[in-house]
């Protein structure tokens, strides 16, 4: 009993896991096309976002199949985390989709003119880095990472702020379109990295036991 | 037993229709700072907000403290229904917030230039309509309400899409960073509509008893 109790909660931990790597991929496309004004690339961003949501829905029918089993209070918070985490990175599969779209809207125009490319070349690295050390702490458990991921997002609210320095700059020669495309494509990078940090969070919360609300994970 | 458990959640309801009047509240005086560039109002807007924090932090702890005496499968998909709702409605008072906090940062100018001020302030009546009926159908029940809440988001989108259409019109007489502060803005306000509607729909898969994630809630 205990065994297969064990193991449903290993399978829905890969599985978390492998979401990570999924809005991972999500995202470093979605730059790309982004960078590129890559059509079908955004295209296929945008269709592999249902995949994210099939998975993580599988994710919650089984962690409710679990809960509904009458679970001790630690492997409940465990299951309840596992809920949560599975609905931050649904969002972040959401939140590459939003890239995705808006590098379609624009296409064959690049959504991101030049004088901001690096910084959203910058913004996409970090994106990567973040969700990969997301999905690490959520293997291993090891919440040392958090350290990493904590600077991860701090570096992404300074490029956040950067761009409007630069669209608000008198050097800023695109016109209105231009900056408000920075504007949302840049608050969808600062979001993701935002609901990496809850979900790291949320697994320093299984780990060391802390009530399951104590952590604040509003951003 | 049972009626202690009935009383347990009804208190728990009738706290999450107490957070949907607050953050009602909360975004009906960030639209009022907002028009008015009234810092003070502004101020008192962000300060509101931990008090939202805390109430929504102590019902998720009573829903775990519910589900760890393990209950029916029916009650557990109220619990876990109410913790989700208890997360959609923080977030739309960190939207109230976002609204109010941009009005602060343009003050004493008004970050709603003239040409938007109409479609700002339809915006909060129709934030305010929605969290209201919103509240209604987490108090009663009448999903029949959901109707009118769909159709206040498609109306809230609409303005969505107005807004770009004005801050993009060769009419548009201000500059890029007042486009970029009704960018954001718009976008707190459709996605407060939308966790509206999140919210809604949970109390439908609650009532139908429809399976837990087979609504899909993202937008």
């Known amino acids: 009993m205990r065994q297969a109790y064990d193991e449903q909660v290993e399978s829905i931990t890969a599985d978390l896991v492998e979401v990570t790597r999924l809005v991972g991929s999500a995202m470093n496309r979605a730059t790309q096309a982004l960078l590129d004004a890559d059509l079908h690339l955004a295209e296929a961003v945008i269709d592999f976002d249902a995949k994210v949501d099939i998975l993580t829905s599988g994710i919650d029918e089984r962690c409710f199949e679990l809960i509904a089993l009458q679970p001790d209070p630690a492997d409940l918070q465990v299951l309840l985390g596992a809920m949560r985490i599975s609905s931050s990175l649904e969002r972040m599969g959401d939140l ?124």
Request: charged share 25%; net charge neutral; proline share 3%.
């Open 96 to 219: 590459a989709e939003h890239v995705a779209k808006q590098a379609r809207m624009r296409h064959p125009r690049v959504a991101a003119p030049q004088a901001v490319r690096g910084t959203f070349a910058e913004m996409g690295g970090l994106a990567e880095a973040i969700v990969s050390k997301t999905g690490s702490v959520i293997a291993t458990k090891d919440v040392s990472l958090c350290v990493d991921i904590a600077r991860h997002d701090e570096e992404m609210d300074r490029l956040h702020r950067e761009l409007f320095t630069i669209v608000l700059s008198p050097a800023w020669k695109y016109g209105v379109e231009e900056a408000i495309d920075v504007t949302l494509l840049s608050r969808f990078y600062e979001r993701y990295a935002d609901h990496a940090v809850s979900v790291s969070k949320r697994v320093v919360t299984i780990v060391t036991g802390e009530p399951y609300v104590a952590v604040s994970l509003t951003n």
